[in-house]
């Protein structure tokens, strides 16, 4: 398989090619997720899970991936770490390159944090969402449950509705979408878009009725209410009522779309709970299946890239 990325730190970076081979694989390991045949793709290397905020779905779905390819997997409490100290980021990337990782996943809440310390450690680093900016699995983990679903993962209409500013989750998947020929349209209140949003390539709906009509997929996001430091909404209720999924709003959609959401969800703010737990329209936990699968492949991916740089440059592998 032909992956040219050292690190993953973005979607931006990545071509559909790219794209296309990270999925092809992680199909694979979505049909087989516990072969005990993958516990030899990673045997031997140590990957640590550094998360500066605070996470469950994502740092379990990374420390699942890792153990099911056979990895020595460490997670790391930043929240009580050196860094709370005063240890500045570079010294902390001095300290893993003494623990020779193989593997870095890195959760941070500032934007770039965790390409600078892609920039300073010996090992293959993995973003796992770093402030406004990306959240790279998540859109391939959306990806592949789209790409399952439909059958394909192109020219179709995506709507991504919500808070747009605060979502690392939502830019990721407006590059996605856009690298793969879909159409994306961003629904939400206009305090709630990001200031650079006619530089995205999207189409724009104060109006969830108008921003839904005949899409193929419905991804809401959740509210960030720890991103924000003023009044963005009138109230949860006023929101709901504008913003929120429900049958009525859902019903302008194509009959067959799919209903998507990052999790963890606010039921009754952002999407009605028949909504979500509708089986034939919603595929919430199928999202979260595919995070291992999408995991398990990025991580198979860049490994085979460490082993091939190391072996190139001298390096015990």
Do not use: W
């Amino acid at each position: 398989m032909s992956f040219g990325a050292k690190h993953l730190l973005g979607i931006e970076h990545l071509n559909p090619s790219d794209i296309s081979t990270l999925l092809d694989l992680a199909d694979q390991y979505a049909d087989r997720p516990t072969d005990i045949a993958h516990r030899n793709v990673l045997a031997g290397m140590t990957q640590i899970n550094m998360f500066f905020e605070n996470s469950t779905r994502t740092l379990a779905s990374f420390e699942l991936a890792g153990k099911r390819l056979g990895a020595d997997v460490m997670n790391m409490a930043m929240q009580a770490s050196s860094i709370k100290k005063g240890e500045t980021l570079i010294d902390t990337a001095l300290t893993l390159n003494a623990m020779h990782p193989d593997l870095l996943v890195v959760r941070h809440p500032h934007s770039g944090a965790v390409d600078l310390l892609s920039q300073k450690v010996n090992a293959a680093v993995l973003n796992a969402g770093d402030g406004k900016h990306e959240h790279p699995t998540q859109a391939l983990l959306d990806a592949l449950t789209i790409r399952r679903r439909k059958g394909r993962l192109h020219r179709l209409s995506v709507a991504i509705c919500g808070d747009i500013a605060h979502s690392r989750v939502a830019r990721s998947n407006i590059i996605l979408m856009g690298k793969m020929e879909n159409r994306v349209r961003l629904i939400g209140p206009p305090t709630l878009m990001p200031s650079q949003i006619g530089e995205l390539g999207v189409e724009v709906f104060d109006s969830m009725e108008e921003g839904l009509k005949d899409v193929d997929v419905v991804m809401m996001l959740r509210l960030q209410r720890e991103r924000m430091d003023g009044g963005f909404i009138p109230s949860e209720r006023e929101y709901f009522h504008r913003y929120g999924l429900d049958a009525t709003k859902l019903s302008h959609a194509k009959d067959d779309a799919i209903v998507m959401h990052p999790g963890p969800m606010n039921r009754g703010v952002e999407i009605d709970g028949t909504i979500a737990d509708d089986i034939n329209r919603s595929v919430i936990q199928t999202q979260v299946e595919m995070g291992v699968a999408v995991r398990m492949a990025a991580m198979d991916l860049l490994a085979r890239n460490l082993r091939e740089s190391r072996v190139e440059t001298g390096v015990m592998v």
